[in-house]
């Protein structure tokens, strides 16, 4: 049961039309009162001479007879909820919460015959709305100090008296709810989410994966964010803010979240804990990375928490940021899984109290996001079958947490580790499914080599055409991007990539997935901008002419170009019409 404190207000009937009206989307079912300061007041969805305006008037009068200032926002808004998975109160059970709830705020406590109006109002089977005039009966103003907080004293009670979900007193640990006007603005403009948590997921990979500020920065800018600097007078940096282009308020200014504004490790001193130790780079090709990270997280796992209650605060926090790069890094297969499992992981990640950022399984963790994030599409693009030992020691770390979690009673923390777990171990049966079934699959038997006019070379580096790499990347872009004038920018940008020994198909992916396109004006534009960002992170450089390069062993100047263009057969002159037959004319 939880209750929420929502935006206060002047207008006691304009709230009351919305608790009785239909709602925004027709979510409003048989709304009335369940309880009020009068046992006898009458209700206005059940009488045909008493109103609403008629209810507004009498929760309104105290306020009216005040003597001196009134306040400004009278009308007091507090919404009462259970858990999808509670059992549905009756309306004798929701008067009883009601009650309680008005005592414990301080707004009519009970035996006070001079307090507060206020009235219940149900019109779902979930939740309740309390709507109470700050006005006592005495003419004085209520003391609201620490209503909310009293509140879920009084929820946790009625959560052990009815059985349902046994809920702990807030630890200041979970991000800020989204609120309503976020989701229906998201709603308008076609967004599969609010922007605060397309901001958050966004600063938050950033974070796991950067090792100093300007590193930290240039990630933020990499993915297509806004970015402002706060600066003291001194000149040292003291904070940040993050928007999204396009997320403007009415006055068409961009919206900025600060970071802690998005999750409380995400403000400044929080984000730079992650490399006040810094670890060391270690080169490694993509199989061995796995194993690598694979032997530090198991040795993590059997260290995490023991050296102590703000040691283990920091060794689940690294362990965050560590599920974070390995949702970037994941085969493709089972990546929307991790990161699944990496959202579900972030409160798990936030322990109450005070962290350290010394420890030895919290170093093992940063070392192994770090062994993953230095070529993150190289790993990627590695085989699925590469990550499954790595998946089963994540699978364990994850569980070590939860056992932590519990034995210090974070239960919150212990649920969302367990929900992480859960969804971990079903990438961990679908690696293994593909592991399998690459063993039975049958090997196809190689044809035999041809030589002469007839034989058909392979595609070397610089000769895969980018129109087919946007196609499988981003299909549903495709036709727009292959069209926009900005096109032949990217494809400059692609074959830098694959230049740089990246699969653009990859790197593409994984660019247009840190933000939806369906917004953008031009979304070669955007995605040409994210390369960009991308090329600075990895220190990729254009030629001096601007164009990609010549493509190695196929006419360029790279190590082996003289001996394939020697050993190269003679191309045979296609017949009018074979591009159709053969497939789709590459882009130039």
């Known amino acids: 049961m939880i209750p929420e404190k929502l935006d206060e207000g002047s207008d006691t009937y304009g709230l009351l039309a919305y608790l009785y009206g239909p709602g925004r989307r027709d979510e409003h079912a048989d709304p009335h009162v369940v309880a009020a300061w009068d046992p006898y007041i009458q209700d206005p969805a059940r009488s045909t001479t008493f109103t609403l305006s008629d209810l507004a008037l009498l929760l309104d009068a105290p306020v009216f007879a005040m003597k001196g200032q009134k306040p400004p926002q009278h009308v007091y808004h507090v919404a009462v909820r259970n858990a999808p998975e509670d059992r549905i109160l009756s309306d004798e059970e929701w008067a009883e919460v009601a009650v309680e709830m008005m005592h414990a705020a301080g707004l009519a406590e009970h035996g006070d015959d001079e307090g507060c109006r206020w009235v219940a109002v149900r019109h779902a089977d979930d939740h309740i709305h309390l709507l109470a005039t700050k006005a006592r009966e005495d003419g004085r103003q209520p003391d609201l100090t620490q209503d909310i907080v009293k509140m879920q004293a009084a929820a946790r009670a009625f959560e052990e008296r009815f059985g349902l ?34 901001l958050q997921r966004a600063v938050r990979e950033a974070a796991a994966s950067a ?29 940040y803010s993050v928007a999204l282009p396009g997320d403007r308020n009415p006055q068409q200014e961009p919206i900025w979240f600060s970071g802690a504004r998005l999750a409380p490790d995400l403000s400044l001193p929080r984000v730079r804990e992650r490399w006040s130790s810094p670890v060391p780079s270690q080169r490694l090709a993509p199989a061995e990375m796995w194993k690598v990270a694979e032997g530090k997280v198991r040795a993590a796992a059997d260290q995490l928490g023991a050296q102590g209650l703000r040691e283990g605060a920091g060794d689940v926090a690294a362990l965050g940021d560590l599920i974070v790069v390995a949702a970037i890094v994941s085969p493709r297969l089972v990546r929307t899984q991790i990161r699944k499992a990496a959202t579900e992981f972030e409160r798990a990640s936030r322990a109450p109290g005070d962290r350290a950022l010394e420890g030895q399984a919290r170093t093992l963790y940063r070392e192994s996001a770090q062994v993953l994030s230095q070529s993150a599409a190289a790993v990627a693009r590695s085989s699925t079958v590469a990550a499954l030992g790595f998946l089963l020691a994540l699978v364990q770390a994850v569980e070590a947490s939860q056992r932590w979690h519990q034995a210090q009673e974070h239960r919150a923390q212990a649920e969302a580790s367990g929900r992480a777990g859960r969804l971990l171990r079903e990438a961990v049966e679908v690696t293994a499914g593909a592991d399998a079934a690459r063993e039975c699959r049958p090997r196809p038997k190689r044809p035999p080599v041809q030589s002469g006019v007839g034989q058909r070379k392979a595609a070397a580096p610089g000769e895969r055409p980018m ?12 036709r727009a991007i292959l069209t926009d004038a900005v096109w032949p920018a990217l494809r ?38 994210r390369l960009d960002g991308w090329r600075n992170q990895r220190g990729v450089t254009p030629d001096a002419s601007g164009t990609s390069p010549a493509p190695t062993g196929a006419g360029g100047t790279g190590r082996g170009a003289a001996s394939a263009r020697r050993a190269a057969p003679a191309p045979r002159r296609r017949p009018p019409g074979d591009e159709q037959r053969k497939g789709p004319k590459r882009a130039r």
């Open 165 to 198: 979900r046994r809920l702990k007193n807030g630890d200041k640990t979970a991000s800020q709810w989204r609120k309503a006007g976020e989701l229906e603005k998201a709603e308008r403009r076609g967004l599969s989410e609010a922007p605060r948590v397309t």
């Open 211 to 239: 090792t100093s500020d300007t590193d930290f920065f240039e990630r933020l800018a990499g993915a297509g964010l806004r970015v402002k600097q706060r600066i003291a007078p001194d000149g040292n940096l003291t904070g």
């Open 467 to 478: 129109a087919a790499v946007v196609q499988e990347a981003v299909p549903g872009h495709a």
């Open 492 to 529: 400059t940008r692609l074959l830098e990539v694959e230049k740089a020994g990246e699969d653009p198909v990859d790197v593409l992916a994984t660019v247009a997935a840190r933000r939806e396109l369906s917004s953008a004006a031009s979304a070669a534009e955007v995605l040409t901008w």
